[in-house]
């Protein structure tokens, strides 16, 4: 059977690290013989903006619904504001398609450089789980009296729903069943006083129905500190839209850095095609120079196959990333001298070896 990936290159270097992306997964079909993807690329994006007015088309949704997965580039670019590049494409698609999981693995893979002295891999290996859909990134909120030098105001309001927490956060406990791991809740519910305490009340009650998981809840402030000086006490963590977002680029610090940092965005139902992309940005200053690193968006695609029922090539990609690392064939980010193009190759062929 193939598998129809939709492919939105997007910003900046999206293009140049998507690229090698689909040279791993093309390489894994190549050895895989019960593997085969079929591509089909979308120009939609910045440069669509500037031309057209939208980043994406109107009927957008419902051309990628029709795919097995999607893979993204990067989404941004200096000539327009970040929130219109990015409610024009990348939120709209989370919600639209109510991928409320937002999955980012923050591991040590071997080879890769951490900024923490004396951690080794499995000292830094967990999963965190943000709500991808309401919270602090819900979209509502206004401006009042603008342009009034007294009176000018921004409401932004947090949409915290007992659907949106619970399934998340079961999703949660699902996942830390499944693996074998401890699962964390991270919220700030000493000060924000209505979300926090509706998360915090949420996350004990569901707890319930999974006595045989171990638990704790943290403060934002204090996951984060611990991220840094204790991340072996992390399994699964599960958290809101905002807390997630920051702590897992604390995460990524400490796991190789953005050049590493992969993400899923999930709709678990299968209803809908899930997302995968690297969350680094689309570093318009490099763009073109074919220095990017490519390696998160190769392991968002390795992400891509496990959540297609691929969990054994996934990993068999994340190993050859690192051998990769380990032969010295690296980006400028990771201390080395190889190109955007150079590494993924050396991925592809990492991976046909695995193989053999």
Known sequence: MTQRIAVIPGDGIGREVTAEALRALAAVAAVGPELSFAFEEFDWG????????????????????????????????????????????????????????????????????????????????????????????????????????????????????????????????????????????????????????????????????????????????????????????????????????????????????MGLAASANIDPTGASPSLFEPVHGSAPDIAGKGVANPMAAIWSAALLLDHLGHGRWAERVLRAISRTIAAGVTTADLGGTASTEEVGRRVALEIEALAE
């Open 46 to 257: 910045t440069e669509r903006y500037l031309a057209k007015g939208e980043m994406m088309p109107k009927d957008a949704l419902e051309t990628l619904a029709s795919f097995d997965a999607i893979q993204l580039g990067a989404v941004g670019d200096p000539r327009v504001p970040d929130h219109v590049t990015l409610w024009g494409l990348l939120l709209p698609i989370r919600q639209g398609f109510d991928l409320y999981v937002n999955l980012r693995p923050v591991r040590l893979l071997p080879g890769a450089p951490t900024a923490l002295a004396g951690r080794r891999p499995q000292d830094i290996d967990m999963l965190v789980l943000r709500e991808n859909t309401e919270g602090e990134y819900s979209g509502k909120g206004d401006f009042l009296f603008p342009g009034d030098p007294t009176r000018e105001m921004a409401l932004q309001t947090s949409v915290f729903s007992r659907v949106g927490c619970e399934r998340i956060i079961r999703y949660g406990f699902d996942l830390a069943r499944r693996t074998g791991r401890s699962l964390t809740s991270v919220s700030k519910g000493n000060a924000m006083n209505y979300s926090g305490v509706f998360w915090d009340r949420v996350f004990m009650e569901v707890a319930e129905d999974y006595s045989d998981v171990p638990t704790q809840s943290l403060l934002v402030d204090a996951a984060a500190m611990l991220f840094v000086r204790d991340p072996g006490r992390f399994g699964v963590v599960v958290t809101s839209n905002l807390y997630g977002d920051v702590l897992t680029d604390l995460g990524a610090g400490i796991a190789g850095g």
